[in-house]
T-cell receptor
Framework: IAGITQAPTSQILAAGRRMTLRCTQD?????MYWYRQDLGLGLRLIHY???????GKGEVPDGYSVSRANTDDFPLTLASAVPSQTSVYFC??????????????FGPGTRLTVL | GQNIDQPTEMTATEGAIVQINCTYQ??????LFWYQQHAGEAPTFLSY??LDGLEEKGRFSSFLSRSKGYSYLLLKELQMKDSASYLC??????????WGAGTKLIIKP
């Protein structure tokens, strides 16, 4: 069982280019999340999905879009990358059962640099 | 606004005990989480508190006081592998996690 996988591991991208970060989980978790982590700041939620077919905006959604066509996959797209989107991106999932059962489990992350 | 405060960095000696504090001000409270994150890796779950008191799990314990908006993570018998960042997160009234910036713990021999 792999848990959560993310691809690519790292990427250098020219500003203005479109980029999709991939996230796949095999735990059959209902909820999935995208965070960015920047030095000196806490993890910030970009978008989330409580169940397949639904998505919601987090704290910093501008410049990003997501889709949730099925339970396992939750891709994050940067339509036109800007340097301020340079960050480490983590995908996470949870069973969304509430209480202790709703612990979030994280993928290994994607390190993105926008030049 | 919502706020989670943790010390930026702490240093401790191998074999000793260290306490990492976390204070929070959030819109509602539905539990507090501690995660460990080694450099260059993903956060991994350590503990969850929703009721006041101490939760013990091996060398790690986590304490919560909801009335004071305060938690701490206690690490005993420190090992070099405990060198990592420790993240405090609170689930708010919307059931979203609000994250602190993390405490970098440096263990010295």
């Amino acid at each position: 069982i792999a848990g959560i996988t993310q691809a690519p591991t790292s990427q250098i991208l020219a500003a203005g280019r479109r980029m999709t970060l991939r996230c796949t989980q095999d735990m059959r978790h209902n909820a999935m999340y995208w965070y960015r982590q920047d030095l000196g700041l806490g993890l910030r939620l970009i978008h989330y999905s409580n169940t397949a077919g639904t998505t919601g905006k987090g704290e910093v959604p501008d410049g990003y879009s997501v889709s949730r066509a099925n339970t396992d996959d939750f891709p994050l797209t940067l339509a036109s990358a800007v340097p301020s989107q340079t960050s480490v991106y983590f995908c996470a999932s949870s069973d969304s059962g509430g209480g202790a059962a709703d612990t979030q489990y994280f993928g290994p992350g994607t390190r993105l640099t926008v030049l | 606004g919502q706020n989670i405060d943790q010390p930026t960095e702490m240093t401790a000696t191998e074999g000793a005990i260290v306490q990492i504090n976390c204070t929070y001000q959030t819109s509602g409270f539905n539990g507090l989480f501690w995660y460990q994150q080694h450099a260059g890796e993903a956060p991994t779950f350590l503990s969850y508190n929703v009721l006041d008191g101490l939760e013990e799990k091996g060398r790690f314990s986590s304490f919560l006081s909801r009335s004071k908006g305060y938690s701490y993570l206690l690490l005993k018998e420190l090992q070099m592998k405990d060198s990592a960042s420790y993240l405090c997160a609170v689930r708010d009234s919307n059931y979203q996690l609000i994250w602190g910036a993390g405490t970098k713990l440096i263990i010295k021999p």
